[in-house]
């Protein structure tokens, strides 16, 4: 599972030493999956965000990307609260768990493809630790393809597509996304009405 102390990738770790030097107040280290621990929805996104989730040491939270993804979350029942300030503002999650396909400020927000691949294990035991039925929410396409590699699925075989679904082994359901960055809401590639068609869909998946 999760290793807070992880090191496995030189680059990465080079640059979060950098980082915590230069920011001594921030997180600056792998950031934890934040949740609950029996979820009925995983979401998984790219990485930790500069001054978002290495900064406070939460997913989402503090930066752009969060503000579209926890007001979703609440609008849905699955958040005590409809924004995420802190990793000590009390905020909760119900039914829902978030985590990264890297778990590592990657630079220019970039992880390479071995890292990706090196930080597989960790996403591998979350997704083995689910129930049947759980949904996967994959925001953008590297966590949607890091996602199938811990099952061993071809890429070829699950297209990423925003709304897009897949069956995967052990009655688990995927739904793709497009990422909440600020980059896809502000240009409309992703309005909250497409984001909010999503949880809609996934709330007929899990009976919510």
């Known amino acids: 599972m999760f290793d807070p102390d992880c090191r496995r990738c030189k680059r990465l770790a080079t640059f979060l030493g950098q980082v915590g030097e230069e920011y001594p107040d921030y997180h600056a280290r792998p950031v934890a999956p934040f949740g609950d621990p029996n979820p009925s929805l995983l979401i998984v996104g790219l990485a930790p965000g500069m001054h978002g989730a290495n900064a406070t040491g939460r997913p989402f939270t503090g930066d752009y990307a969060g503000i579209l993804l926890y007001n979703t979350l609440f609008k849905f029942a699955y958040a005590s609260t409809p924004e995420s300030l802190s990793a000590d503002d009390g905020l909760t999650l119900t039914g829902c768990r978030i985590t990264n396909a890297v778990k590592c400020l990657p630079p220019q927000n970039k992880p390479l493809t071995e890292e990706i691949h090196r ?57 793709d996304s497009y990422h909440c960055s600020r980059y896809n809401t502000q240009t409309k590639r992703l309005t909250e009405g497409m984001f909010h068609d999503v949880f809609k869909r996934i709330a007929e998946l899990t009976g919510a």
């Open 119 to 175: 930080c597989n294990d960790f996403l591998r035991a979350e997704i083995e630790a689910l129930a049947e039925g759980t949904v996967i929410m994959a925001l953008g396409t590297i966590a949607h393809q890091a996602v199938l590699r811990a099952l061993g699925l071809k890429l070829s075989a699950h297209k990423f597509g925003h709304l897009a679904e897949h069956a995967l082994p052990g009655g688990l359901h995927l739904i």
